[in-house]
Nanobody
Framework: QVQLVESGGGSVQAGGSLRLSCVAS????????MGWFRQAPGKEREGVAE???????SYYADSVKGRFTISQHNQNTLYLQMNNLKPEDTALYYC???????????????????WGQGTQVTVSL
């Protein structure tokens, strides 16, 4: 079992910044990929960024490249630095943990085994 707890969400104006955190506990050592996903009302959950905790390789959605940065502190804490936020970034943001495998589909929720409860990010004009 793995527990994931997100924090750091809030309300900001467009152009502002937020830093999300995800603290993992339990059998997290069994999972070597962690990522951030988001889901807006009426939309499907979409991948934002993910990182291999073994190699450090990271992958970003085109919509956030150059604005968001995923990072990790040991295997238990994951961050998402979000700069130059836009109203379309408004969503509930989730942290996920999974296993990196060959032929995986990048930023796909189906590649993940555990999820946190989410933290809300709201960006206004």
């Amino acid at each position: 079992q793995v527990q994931l707890v997100e924090s750091g969400g809030g309300s900001v104006q467009a152009g502002g910044s937020l830093r999300l955190s995800c603290v993992a506990s339990g059998l997290i050592y069994k999972y070597n990929v962690m990522g951030w996903f988001r889901q807006a009302p009426g939309k499907e959950r979409e991948g934002v960024a993910e990182v291999s905790t073994d190699s450090g390789f990271s992958y970003y959605a085109d919509s956030v490249k150059g604005r968001f940065t995923i990072s990790q502190h040991n295997q238990n804490t994951l961050y998402l630095q979000m700069n130059n936020l836009k109203p379309e970034d408004t969503a509930l943001y989730y942290c996920g943990a999974g296993v990196w495998r060959s032929n995986r589909q990048n930023l796909s929720p189906t590649e993940y085994n555990y999820w946190g409860q989410g933290t809300q990010v709201t960006v206004s004009l």
